[in-house]
């Protein structure tokens, strides 16, 4: 619950300021009266009219409601509902796109230097940059999930909010997504819904699945869709877990092979490994080495069970990767090891039992830079070293960032 602000500052108080740094969540920081101020809708080096939208102990959320000095970074957001008091979904929509990659570079080694305790030095060796996926800025998103509001309208939440905002086209959504009958214009309502899935696979599939309760029922289109990623066809349930941008998936792959160099007779982890599409690529490469994929979700499970029955020297273990590690369901010694866990990292212990498993080289395919450069520091103490960095923009428009780092060990 909000508490209220020590400097003086009202909710819903506008007040002048200069935007100063970025800030993960899409913010930017700027200061009044010495209270720390995080500004959503504005650039670094911005004078602007900001409204109060949050009060904490010791900062305090804004959105620029009007640009007194703009940025030469600055357009004119695509969409009608990029601003403040409107959808959520996208934080940088009224930045230039190269400057979104500039912006997404500055918080990865802000977030490397503070939580993950790299110098400058080394994060200029690194050459942290993000780089840009094909196809551009919008149309991108082969996966939008909608809320549906009390009128059982289909909409976008707004930023840090329950309330959904009925909108009737999104821009960054897949072309075949913004033209499927779901939203308002369309005259749709879902009045046993709390929210609606649809997909455009790679394959060609478009689909619909609607959710009450947290289950699913599938709407319109095929219930199970075929994507295309690192030279195999993949079927899984429309509602299944597949990342949003078309070109991810072997973007991802690529880097990782890039980075790992898997060779003939090196054994391999994938940690974290849904479907299975890193397990596969390892696959491809080590020859008739076991990999082994680790997975907690029932769902992704059986994907990888399903998508690599081809693939018999690939064993699929169901479970949770700390667990796996901590019980010995999967054991050491091991030459490579793909990493790729939820939003949260890794975590301390299992950063742990990788680096006592004596693996060659781990490549950590992260989706969020704080857990990431918490997960760093773990290994650097351990004395491995983030040896390479890349960063992809697989969410234009958006705050968030993808990475893929290496970690070797100590030189022996």
């Known amino acids: 619950m909000p508490i209220e602000a020590r400097h003086g500052l009202e909710e819903a108080e506008r007040v002048e300021l200069t935007v100063d740094a970025v800030a993960p969540g899409g913010h930017c920081v700027a200061r009044v009266d010495g209270q720390v101020v995080f500004v959503r809708h504005a650039l670094p080096g911005e004078r602007v009219v900001a409204e109060v939208t949050e009060l904490h102990r010791g900062f305090a959320r804004a959105d620029a409601v009007e640009i007194l000095a703009a940025s030469p970074d600055r357009v004119e957001p695509p969409c009608p509902y990029a601003k403040p008091g409107r959808c959520g979904g996208c934080d940088l929509q009224h930045v230039a796109p190269g400057a ?25 060796a690194l050459g942290v940059r993000v780089e840009a996926l094909p196809g551009g800025p919008l149309g991108w998103r082969s996966r939008v999930r909608y809320a549906v509001d009390g009128a059982g309208r289909a909409g976008l939440l707004k930023h840090r909010s329950h309330e959904v905002v009925p ?140 998508n690599l029955a081809d693939l018999p020297r690939v ?43 004596g693996p060659r080289a781990v490549a950590y395919v992260a989706c969020d830079p704080a857990a990431f450069a918490r997960d760093v520091r773990t290994f650097t103490g351990l004395g491995w070293r983030l040896a390479a960095l890349r960063g992809f923009d697989l969410f234009p428009m958006t705050q968030h960032v993808e990475l893929v780092g290496l970690f070797l060990p100590p030189a022996r």
């Open 167 to 306: 909108v009737d086209r999104c821009l960054i959504a897949h072309p075949a997504i913004q033209e499927l009958p779901v939203l308002v214009p369309s005259g749709a309502r879902w009045p046993d819904a709390d929210a609606v899935e649809t997909v455009a696979s790679t394959g060609g599939d478009v689909s619909v699945v609607a959710y009450a309760g947290g289950e699913p029922t599938p709407v319109w289109g095929p219930e199970r869709v075929r994507e295309v990623a690192a030279g195999r066809d993949w079927t899984l349930p429309a509602s299944g877990f597949w990342q949003v941008h078309p070109a991810a998936a072997d973007t991802l792959v690529g880097a990782v092979l890039e980075l790992l160099d898997p060779r003939p007779g090196e054994t391999a982890w994938d940690l974290y490994g849904g479907a299975g599409l890193f397990a596969a690529a390892l696959a491809g490469r080590v020859g008739d080495a076991r990999v082994t994929l680790v997975e907690s979700a029932p769902q992704g499970v059986a994907a990888a069970r399903e």
């Open 315 to 357: 064993e699929v273990v169901a479970a949770r990767v700390e667990t796996a590690l901590a019980r010995r369901r999967v054991t050491g010694p091991v030459d490579l090891v793909v990493l790729d866990p939820p939003r949260s990292g890794a975590g301390a212990p299992v950063v742990r039992d990788i680096v006592a498993a």
């Open 100 to 124: 979104q990659l500039d912006w997404k570079a500055a918080v990865v080694r802000e977030q490397l230097t503070r939580l993950g305790g790299r110098t400058d030095a080394e994060l200029d």
